[in-house]
Structures are given as structure tokens and as C-alpha cells.
T-cell receptor
Framework: GAVVSQHPSWVICKSGTSVKIECRSLDFQATTMFWYRQFPKQSLMLMATSNEGSKATYEQGVEKDKFLINHASLTLSTLTVTSAHPEDSSFYIC???????????FGPGTRLTVL | KQEVTQIPAALSVPEGENLVLNCSFTDSAIYNLQWFRQDPGKGLTSLLLIQSSQREQTSGRLNASLDKSSGRSTLYIAASQPGDSATYLCAVSLRSGNTPLVFGKGTRLSVIA
């Protein structure tokens, strides 16, 4: 199957700093990628839809100025958590849809801990 | 708004037992349905994908069925093993194209040796 990578796999940062998470589709092109967030013992909740070459679409309640998304190429989307706070600590997972297979492939996730 | 519900929330069974996990969704106009496995602290592993036109999919000891009209899917695991212990997530995709998945809260399965 298609492979999606995320970097870093985990990160610990101080409150107030910014953290960038990368999501890459390694062997296919993805015009659309999705960013999800998962709190402990909860399910995945969609944060935003990342569209190559255009602005991301954010779900209700997700601050676009806090969670900056850039989809600069057909294989890369980045999520930047700006001015991170402890409540932003979570597991962030991206996915990319392979148009030809009509299936979403998920990255391994990034665990963010804000101290 | 699409809502996905999974029952039970947690399940503990002895090794070797056959088991069924349930998933229901409120809007039957889905494009496809996927079952995932998630180990603690890890990402998602796709188990089975069922297109809306299909009734079931099988992979090894796993069998997933889909009844789109009633908004239900089941994941059947045969001859369960301790290695099957994980959280199983059901997710649906609406329409076609670039739509995200809507996830259930999952079923935490423990298979006791």
C-alpha cells in the first residue's frame, strides 16, 4: 500500500514555542491531506483539510491562526502549532488520499508534549 | 452530521474465541467504510476497506460486513489471539473525492491468554 510518513514522531517543547510537523506521501501524489488530533483514550477528530496550492479548510472550533497548515507540494503538508500550550499536547495524525485508490493512508502520528 | 458509534467500548475475551465488533453510522450515504487497528501510542493500521457497493471483505481471520441501508458494519475476528489486543476503529467516508473520514470512538479489545 501507499506510504505516508510524519516527522517528527514525537516532540517535547516549552509553552509558548512553535512546533512544525511534516506529513509526506512517499510514493503517490496527494492533492488533499487531512490533519487529525487524538486525545488520550479518545477517537480521531478532524482538525483541517489541507489542499495543495490553496488555503486549508478548518473544522469548527479549530483556530486557523494557531494551527497553521501549508500544503506546498503534492507530497508535503506541514502543520505548525504556534505558541503551544499544555492543552495542545496530543497525538497528531495526518492522512493522504490516493486518488486512484480512493483510499486514505495514515501517517504514524506525532506525539506532542508541551511543558 | 454523520455520527459513528461503536459497541462495545471495551471487550475482554479468552484466547481462541470468535468475536464481533459493531459499528453503526447515522447517514447511510457513505462512499466507503474502513476498519483500523490502533496499538497504544501508535498510529493506525488499515485492516479492511469496504466500498459502498460491497457487502463484505475478508483478510485472513478478519471479516467485515456492511449493511449500508441499515447503517451498520461488523468486524468478525476468528480464533482470537493475544496479539489481536488493540483498539479497533471504524470510520466512514462520505461521498467520493476529497472528504475526510469520520471515526467512531473505537472498541478496546483484550484477548487473554
Amino acid at each position: 500500500g501507499a506510504v505516508v510518513s510524519q516527522h517528527p514522531s514525537w516532540v517535547i517543547c516549552k509553552s509558548g514555542t512553535s512546533v512544525k510537523i511534516e506529513c509526506r506521501s512517499l510514493d503517490f501524489q496527494a492533492t488533499t491531506m487531512f490533519w487529525y488530533r487524538q486525545f488520550p483514550k479518545q477517537s480521531l477528530m478532524l482538525m483541517a483539510t489541507s489542499n495543495e496550492g490553496s488555503k486549508a479548510t478548518y473544522e469548527q472550533g479549530v483556530e486557523k491562526d494557531k494551527f497553521l497548515i501549508n500544503h506546498a507540494s503534492l507530497t508535503l503538508s506541514t502543520l505548525t502549532v504556534t505558541s503551544a500550550h499544555p492543552e495542545d499536547s496530543s497525538f497528531y495524525i495526518c492522512s493522504a488520499r490516493d486518488q486512484g485508490l480512493h483510499e486514505q493512508f495514515f501517517g504514524p502520528g506525532t506525539r506532542l508534549t508541551v511543558l | 452530521k454523520q455520527e459513528v458509534t461503536q459497541i462495545p467500548a471495551a471487550l475482554s475475551v479468552p484466547e481462541g474465541e470468535n468475536l464481533v465488533l459493531n459499528c453503526s453510522f447515522t447517514d447511510s450515504a457513505i462512499y466507503n467504510l474502513q476498519w483500523f487497528r490502533q496499538d497504544p501510542g501508535k498510529g493506525l493500521t488499515s485492516l479492511l476497506l469496504i466500498q459502498s457497493s460491497q457487502r463484505e471483505q475478508t483478510s485472513g481471520r478478519l471479516n467485515a460486513s456492511l449493511d449500508k441501508s441499515s447503517g451498520r458494519s461488523t468486524l468478525y475476528i476468528a480464533a482470537s489471539q493475544p496479539g489481536d489486543s488493540a483498539t479497533y476503529l471504524c470510520a466512514v467516508s462520505l461521498r467520493s473525492g476529497n472528504t475526510p473520514l469520520v471515526f467512531g470512538k473505537g472498541t478496546r479489545l483484550s484477548v487473554i491468554a
